[in-house]
């Protein structure tokens, strides 16, 4: 549990909001029958600080050119953004109890011809940065002033098209695009280190062209910060690094790759449901 006392009113807001966003994530996956458990518990925060305090987006906005444009490229961590879209009025509040179902509009990935508020339809690892580079060059062209936000995992950034995009972002100068970068160090189902290391991203990303900047992934306030101040510099596309923590929340899933895509048991679900303070999990039909 993060600590609350002594913080201002608003960040002591966002943190219930949190850890309602995480008690939804879980409610949704487990009475829905399968998901990416600890992938949407690592990015809770970023999208609590990104939606509920710096994106210029509401339900009234979805269809506006002006709107801030956000991507959640690490697709498959997309039940974290329906919980989120569904507090905000994006779309109503019971389909989240039909995720995963026949006839549902939400999936197991997101599809943006079906979901309310869902900017790209992603799953497939590293085509929502082109996706957003090219909506950033268009707010360029047009000149608009919207910002475009891809949230992208730290394993993703193995794909050729990540780095082919951000070569082609640093050249436009799409000071209007932030890549931000959930680092929570595992991919699946084992370290990264253990796979194909991308370390370090800092000086890559610097390398490429890019301004770039760390904070704790899970620190509302500092994420708040740094997203409210965008970009980290004139003319350069903006790289933060959001150090996380994968499963976050639920004691026996953090840092525990094995929890990629597997569902608790009874007894883990009790666990899991005291720790985040769930009252009761419908039983699956
Ligand atoms: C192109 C592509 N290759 C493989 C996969 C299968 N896959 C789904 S999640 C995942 C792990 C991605 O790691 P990371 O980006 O670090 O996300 P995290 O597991 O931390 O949420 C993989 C390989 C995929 N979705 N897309
Ligand atoms: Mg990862």
């Known amino acids: 549990m993060i600590e609350k006392s002594g913080a201002p009113d608003k960040i002591n807001q966002l943190l219930s909001k949190a850890e309602a966003i995480r008690r939804s994530i ?26 509920y ?13 002006d709107r801030d444009r956000f991507i959640l490229s690490k697709g498959h961590a997309c039940v974290s953004l329906y919980a989120v879209l569904a507090d ?20 197991g990935h997101p599809d943006m011809l079906k979901i309310p508020g869902v900017e790209a339809s992603t799953g497939a690892l590293g ?7 090219g909506i950033a060059l268009a707010g360029k062209m047009d000149n608009r002033d919207y ?3 891809v949230l992208m995992g730290d394993g993703e950034c193995q794909e050729g098209s990540v780095w082919e995009t951000a070569m082609f972002a640093s050249a436009h100068k799409l000071d209007n695009l932030c890549v931000i970068i959930d680092y929570n160090r595992f991919q699946a189902m084992d370290a990264l280190d253990n796979i194909i290391p991308v370390s370090p991203l800092a000086d890559k990303w610097s390398a490429f062209g890019w301004q770039v ?17 965008l970009p980290i510099h004139p003319l350069k596309p903006s790289l933060i690094i959001a150090n996380t923590i994968k499963g976050k929340g639920v004691s026996f899933m953090e840092n525990v790759p094995i929890w990629h895509y597997r569902m608790p048991n009874e007894e883990e679900m009790r666990t899991a ?9 419908k039983k699956q039909e």
């Not at 305090?53 to 050119?65: A, D, Y």
């Not at 085509?127 to 580079?133: R, S, T």
């Not at 449901?273 to 999990?281: D, K, N, P, S």
């Open 213 to 229: 900047k760390e904070a704790d992934g899970h620190n509302i306030t500092e994420l708040t910060e740094i997203f409210s101040s």
């Open 26 to 51: 879980f409610k949704i996956i487990c009475e829905g029958g399968g998901g990416h458990i600890p992938a949407s518990l690592s990015i809770v925060e970023i999208l609590v600080a990104l939606y």
């Open 53 to 65: 305090e710096c994106l210029k987006i509401t339900p009234e906005t979805i269809g506006s050119p």
């Open 147 to 149: 910002k475009v936000i």
């Open 88 to 107: 905000l009025g994006f779309f109503d509040k019971s389909e989240l109890g039909r995720f995963g179902r026949r006839g549902s509009i939400l999936g």
């Open 127 to 133: 085509h929502g940065l082109p996706f957003g580079a």
């Open 273 to 281: 449901c005291e720790e985040l303070q769930i009252e009761e999990l």
